[in-house]
């Protein structure tokens, strides 16, 4: 059975900094991985998708890394912003479902 | 574009009524999905229908049942409403397979509440 971990839970970091948040997961036969955004109260906005035969991708200020034989992944986000102020979740996607972890809640102070 | 639609967006119910929540997407896409999201419990899958035909249980499939319509349409019902399905309710669609990505769409949400 699939597990998705993230860590941390929750993090708080000054404006500016470079940031990594981490997910992992349990079995490397994934076909995708994505990392979401989701603000209070709202729904999930897609960030990154990572195909099973790519290592990375950019959006931007974003950069998410994948390796599977590790079970890994990891979330880039440079010069953070307030308006980076959210929860980010990871989800990985085996034969036909997609698995998430619990998020990580950010916070960045400006 | 709507992408992924679901009615209602808010819902009040007391114990032991029934209700259906409505799924549709116009992506053509295969696959879709009904998720719950709890504080501290992250997203939980409740079922999913990986073609249009086919359904099949997630993590938490226990009183609720599914109906996927047609290609566009994937229902969720509560036959009996308890406290314990206050949640906030996501559905999503993928188009697996083929040219298809794979990437996860969401619907806004429905914020159901049951006394």
């Known amino acids: 059975k699939q597990e998705v971990t993230q860590i941390p839970a929750a993090l708080s970091v000054p404006e500016g900094e470079n940031l990594v948040l981490n997910c992992s997961f349990t079995?490397?036969?994934?076909?995708?991985l994505q990392w979401f955004r989701q603000d209070p109260g709202k729904g999930l906005t897609s960030l990154l998708l990572?195909?099973?035969?790519?290592r990375e991708q950019t959006s931007g200020r974003l950069n998410a890394s994948l390796d599977k034989s590790s079970g890994r992944s990891t979330l880039y986000i440079a010069a953070s912003q307030p308006g980076d102020s959210a929860t980010y979740l990871c989800?990985?996607?085996?034969?036909?479902?997609?698995?998430f972890g619990t998020g990580t809640r950010l916070k960045v102070l400006a | 574009n709507a992408g992924v639609t679901q009615t209602p967006k808010f819902q009040v119910l007391k114990t032991g009524q029934s209700m259906t929540l409505q799924c549709a997407q116009d992506?053509?896409?295969?696959?879709m999905y009904w998720y719950r999201q709890d504080p501290g419990m992250g997203l939980r899958l409740i079922y999913y229908?990986?073609?249009?035909?086919?359904?099949d249980k997630g993590e938490v499939p226990n009183g609720y049942n599914v109906s996927r319509l047609n290609k566009r349409e994937f229902s969720l019902r509560l036959e009996s409403a308890a406290p314990s399905q206050t949640s906030v309710y996501f559905c999503?669609?993928?188009?697996?397979?083929?040219?298809?990505?794979?990437?996860?769409?969401f619907g806004e949400g429905s914020r159901l509440t049951v006394l």
């Open positions: 079995d490397s036969a994934i076909y995708n």
């Open positions: 989800a990985v996607k085996g034969t036909y479902k997609y698995i």
């Open positions: 990572i195909q099973s035969s790519q």
């Open positions: 229908s990986a073609s249009e035909g086919t359904t």
């Open positions: 999503a669609s993928i188009l697996a397979g083929g040219t298809g990505t794979g990437e996860l769409f």
């Open positions: 992506m053509n896409h295969n696959s």
